[in-house]
């Protein structure tokens, strides 16, 4: 046994990252201000982005941008349970209408097929979600979205790097990326809005910053306008200087985090090849680049005669910290109490939200550290 607890995630954060926000810190400006639209520039640059908003989550983003599309009372949003609660809360709280799209069984993603039968004169809006660092099938997604004028959002969370035919996730259409630390790359916490839609962008800007027609951080002011008003109620969700110049720092080493995670990955796939009780997502077919952002099994818990909650405390007790990624949406007491039949429609999400589990992933580890998962992992199927 491991004599140290592995947490499942851990940020990678280095000296000169932690130099640069003491010198933030110093500076007199900690809030938005130079380091944030520097931040914005750099990450949309990296995505191939015609321009981002930097926020302060990914969360606050959704946010902005279903505000911004103008979703409300009667209008259904088509995306799936097999997510983070985020997004779904949002609709929610909108007043729109979940529609729960069920995810592939084994990259845990919705795709054209299951989403088109779910349109309706109503479907306003469709977030697909690229899983555990994979790239949903967009080329299909976009068609139906254009072919049905219904705006497609990406709910990129986990696809800061991921690459889709070629192209960056971010560099086409709108996707929301998350900076908080469990992330592939963090800012403490925050988010970015990438889009190709430029009035999308701007409303998001406005928005952000309590409605005002200016930036929280005038560029070429150096400061704030004081002559800004406001030009429709907003909110305020910007992003930290001090949070901004984290995120350049981690963007620098996004490249290398990535590299680092596929092959500790690599290493997973190959060492649990022969323990048929625990099933890896699978690569979708078609080309992209994974940022492996978790790894993500699924315990096969008839064949391993073990519920998971046991598997997870057995790896606990040898020194292995897992997580869940995720219980789906529809599984939560206020979606089971409001959206009791949501399930049934669902059985490739219900079958993975009882088995699913995330193994420690992080650039950190070693590959000392995978195979001590994995001889953990055997031991507790022994
Ligand atoms: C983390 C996450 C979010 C929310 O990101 P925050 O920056 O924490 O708001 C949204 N969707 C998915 C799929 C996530 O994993």
Redesign the pocket.
Known sequence: MRPDFLPFSRPSISEPEIEAVANVLRSGWITTGPKAAEFEDAFSAYCRAEGGVALC??????HLVLTALGIGPGDEVITPSM??V??VNLIKLAGAVPVFADADRDTLMISAETVEPLITERTRLIIP?H?AGAAANMEPLRRLAREQKIPLVE?A??AAGTEYRGERIGCRGTA?F???P??NMTSG???MVCSDDPELLSAVRRLKFHGLGVDAYDRTMQGRSPQAEVLAPGFKYNLTDIAAVLGMGQLKRLEGFIEKRTLLARRYLERLAQVDEILPLSMPSYPMRHAWHLFVVRLDTKGARMDRATFMDELKSRNIGTGI??KAVHTQKYYRETMPFAGEKLPHTQWNSDRICSMPLFPGMTPEDVDSVVDAIKEVLA
């Open positions: 989550s990914a969360t606050g983003g959704m997510t983070w985020s997004t979600v899983f709910d969370a986990h929301i998350s900076f908080h469990i992330k916490e925050g988010g990624h995720f």
